[in-house]
């Protein structure tokens, strides 16, 4: 861990905090909303508080505690958690050069990865941003969501009605707002997202939520049998 303690010392700029800021604030305006949404349909507070340090996977955790909240068991719920946490898996091989080389780092990565701070690396321009981008977003991201979700928790029904609030639209934004730069650099990453985001479209009205998104997944298919056409490929997108 002290490589990664001199990577954050050197490369810690104030951009990289101000940009990871917005993605906080998502977390923990969902955070809450989790919290509360568990405590407030009679499950204990300590339950969301537990499953977000453990588990800590924001959309698989929401999932999970659907299924109880609807009647299932608590195995129907690790399986429908698990199942729409598979991604994860694709985004540890795109992110595996980025947490290092210990094994403490490699362990302690692993659990911070999500959507967000993996997608916040992959935006840096060059592997060492990256990293430092990945653990500032990564370590950020996981005291705010765990305070958020503390925070609803203990206020359990108190909020009310959380969708009311739409904060089901926050992180969708930020994601949107960390991939267009990767969008616009690589024609390659653009096709391989339309392919997916048509395959997510396609099966929405016909499959549970959550499931789409793994099928999106399938647009990394495009990227492999690209990847020998590179240039040609980045010639055509710069035309």
């Known amino acids: 861990m002290r490589s990664l303690q001199r990577t954050l010392s050197r490369h810690l700029s104030s951009d990289l905090v101000r940009d990871s800021s917005l993605v906080w604030l998502a977390g923990g305006v969902v955070g809450v909303s989790f919290g509360a949404i568990s405590v407030a349909g009679g499950l ?47 985004f540890g091989l795109a992110i595996a050069d980025t947490l290092g080389r210990g094994r403490l780092a490699r362990l302690v990565g692993a659990h911070l990865v999500t ?67 990767t969008l616009r650099g690589d024609a390659r990453v653009r096709r391989c997202a339309l392919l997916g985001a048509v395959i997510a479209l396609t099966v929405t009205p016909a499959v549970p939520a959550g499931v789409p998104v793994l099928l999106a997944t399938a647009g990394l298919v495009l990227y492999g049998r690209l990847g020998g056409k590179g240039a040609n490929v980045n010639e055509v997108g710069a035309a």
Request: charged share 10%.
């Open 44 to 90: 204990p507070v300590w339950v969301p508080v537990v499953m977000s340090l453990v588990v800590y996977a924001g959309s698989a955790q929401f999932s999970a505690v659907g299924v109880l909240l609807a009647g299932g068991g608590p195995l129907a719920a690790a399986a429908t958690g698990l199942l729409l946490n598979t991604r994860t898996a694709a």
């Open 115 to 181: 959507d967000e701070s993996v997608a916040f690396a992959l935006a840096q321009p060059d592997p060492v941003r990256r990293r430092a981008a990945f653990w500032v977003s990564g370590i950020g991201l996981f005291v705010v969501w765990n305070v958020g979700v503390l925070a609803g928790a203990l206020a359990g029904g108190a909020l009310g009605d959380t969708a009311a609030y739409g904060l089901d639209a926050a992180f969708p934004a930020v994601l949107v707002a960390l991939v267009l730069p």
